[in-house]
């Protein structure tokens, strides 16, 4: 548990270190920017190589937990055939029961450090999210017939989510990906409704 969560930290350094002052951030104007000049603008190999050693432990110990699971599975069906006396049927149950609790705790220490790398990328979300709790939401006549939404905020908040997650998608497997996505838009709507609420 405490390494996944090492592993998570590591993470979010890196994307601190991907995300330098130098390179664009996210704020109002920021979705503009063009998303290769985002990248490109990204930390070092060094960094980079770093980021990926972390997201592979994330995804190493994400798969494993599915490969527990699966492995307790063909176990268990194939030891009523092996294990006749009931010693070594008791015996078994136990190696089950204790595969099944490592799997879990896999699972769990890789949501961890996913959670940990959502709470990382939160703050590069802040200012958009600050400018939702002060903007003024009275429309005028004017504002309602131009429905002028290319500027507005959820459509830079979008594409700041967007640039923050993409160089991320090829370094985790696709269900550590979708469940870091997931992670960081609850984190966002509950921010969202604590403003809009």
Known sequence: CCVSVWYGWGLIVLVHRRLSPTSPTCTCDAYTTNAATHTAGAASAAA???ANEHAVAINNIDVASEYIAKLRQELAGHAERLFTSASEQDRLHSV???????????RAAANKALEAVADGLMPRLRPL????????????????????LEGGWVVRLAGCLQLSLAWLQPLLTPACWEGLTLLLLDKLLARLEVLLG
């Open 48 to 50: 980079a190589a770093a």
């Open 96 to 106: 089950l029961v204790d595969m099944t609790k490592t799997a879990g705790d896999f």
């Open 129 to 148: 999210l600050d400018e939702v709790g002060t903007a003024n939401y009275q429309l005028s006549d004017a504002d309602y017939s131009g429905g002028d």
